[in-house]
C-alpha cells in the first residue's frame, strides 16, 4: 500500500487532519449531529468495534451481543466527543468544565514533596487532562504517550504538541525504553509528576499478568517499576466524562511500590495488583468511556 | 480562558449562552439558583459551552429541516420512506455546510460563517413553507416565532447587559 493511501487507515493522518478541520469549522449547535454521524461512521471499523464488544462481554457478562453492539456506539460516542474536546482545546484554547472527585488525593498529590507517579487509563481525554492539570497546578508534569503507528499521524501529533503545550508540560513518547526511564526517573528526582496510562502494554514493553474481569491480561511493569526505583508514590488519577464539555478528574488513593525481596517482580505484584483492582472499578462503573478498542484478554487463553 | 471555582450555579451565567433567548433564560435562572460552594469545581465561561443550548438547537434544526423535507416527499413516498430519506438528506446536507470549502485560508476557523449559513437555510425554508398548505406551515410558523423570540430577547440583553452576571471569575492560561 503506498503512502498516501495509508492516509486514510483508521490511524491514518487524513481522520486526524479532518478532525482539526471539523472542529475549525463546525458550529457548536451542529456538534450533536456531527459527533452522532462519527460514531456511526466509526462503528463500521470491524476490529474496533469487534474489540469494544468482546470487552463488554467481559465487564457485563450474560449481555445480549445486540445490547453490547448498542454499548459499542455509545463507547464511540463518547470518543468522538473526547477527541473533539482535545482538538477544541488545542485549537481555541477552549476549557471544559472540571469536577476534582477525591480531592484530598489531588491535594495530597499537589502538596507531595518530591517527584510522584500518575497513573491512569485511556478514558477520557488523557490530553485535555494533562493540559488542564498543568494549568492548575504549579507542578511541572511530563506526559508519556505512545507513539502513533503511522509515520505521518505521529509527526502530525507532534506538531500539534508542539504549537499547544504549555510550559510546565513536557510530552515524552515511549519509544526507546531504557532512554525514556532514564529520564523519567531524572524528572521525578527533579520533583516533577510523570503522567503514564497503565492498561495498555505497547510491543517492548515489560508486564505483569493480572486477572481482570475474570480473564487475564497484562498490565505495564513500568511504571511500578520506575516507583520502586525512584522511591514515589503513584497516584491513580481517572480523566471521566460527564457530558459535554464537562469532565471529573478523580483522584485515588496512592499506591506505594515497596522493595522487599530480591525478587522485583513479585515485589511488583502487590502494586500492580491494587492498581488492577482500582482500574477494574473505575472500568465496571464508566466502561462508556474505556477507549480500548482491542480485546484485553486472549480468547483461546480465557 | 476565565473560569469560576466552586460555585455550582455558575453553571447558569449568561455569558455561558450564545443565543439571547437562552441568556435570558439563563439569567432568571442564576438569579433563582442557590448559593452554595461545591468544592472542585471548576466553570468554564465560554459562550458555547453548554449542552442544553448545543444539544437543544441541533433538535430543532435536525426536526425541523427533516420537516421541510418530508413535506414535499411524503407526496410521492410512502411515508417511512420519505421520513428516511428526509432525514439522512438533512443530516448530509448539514455536513456539507461544515465541510464545504470555505473562502479564504482554509487552515482558519470559520465557525462564524457556516452558523450563519446555517441559520439562514432554516429562515428562508420557514418562509417559504410558512405560506405552503397543510401542517407544514405550522412547523414554519414556530421556527419563524422562535426567531423572532430570541431577535426581542436580543434587545432586552443588550438593554440589560449592564445588570447581567459578566461570568466574573479567574483567569487561567492553559
Known sequence: MTRWAKRFLIRGVFWRELLRYSVLNCPPFLEPVAIAASSFVILLWGPGRRGVMRNLAAIKPRSWAVTNFLRTYRVFWNFAWTITDTVRFKEFRTSPDWEFVGLEHWNALQAHPGGAIIITAHMGSYDLGAHVFAAVSDRRIVMVRAPESDPDTQEFESRRHEVSAADSLRIDFNIKSTDLAIELLHALEAGHLVAIQGDRVTPGIGSVPVDFFGKTTAIPAGPFALAMASRVPIYPLFIIRKGRRSYALQACPPILVERRSRNRDEDLRPAVQAWARQLEEIVRNHWQQWFTFEAFYDEAAA | ???????????????????????????????????????????????????????????????????????????????????????ISVVIFLHVIITFPPIGAWQNSHIELKSFVTIFFLAAAAIHFATADGWIRYVAWLILAAMSLNAAAAIVVRLAKSRMPAGDGEEINP
Open chain 2, 1 to 87: 480562558m476565565r473560569v469560576v471555582r466552586d460555585r455550582p450555579e455558575a453553571r447558569w451565567l449568561p455569558s455561558r449562552f450564545r443565543f439571547a433567548a437562552f441568556k435570558l433564560a439563563a439569567w432568571m435562572l442564576y438569579r433563582a439558583a442557590p448559593r452554595r460552594r461545591q468544592p472542585g469545581l471548576v466553570v468554564a465561561i465560554d459562550r458555547d459551552q453548554t449542552a442544553v443550548e448545543s444539544y437543544s438547537m441541533a433538535i430543532v434544526i435536525v426536526t425541523a429541516g427533516t420537516l421541510f423535507a418530508f413535506d414535499p416527499l411524503q407526496r410521492y413516498l410512502a411515508w417511512p420512506l420519505a421520513a428516511t430519506i428526509a432525514f
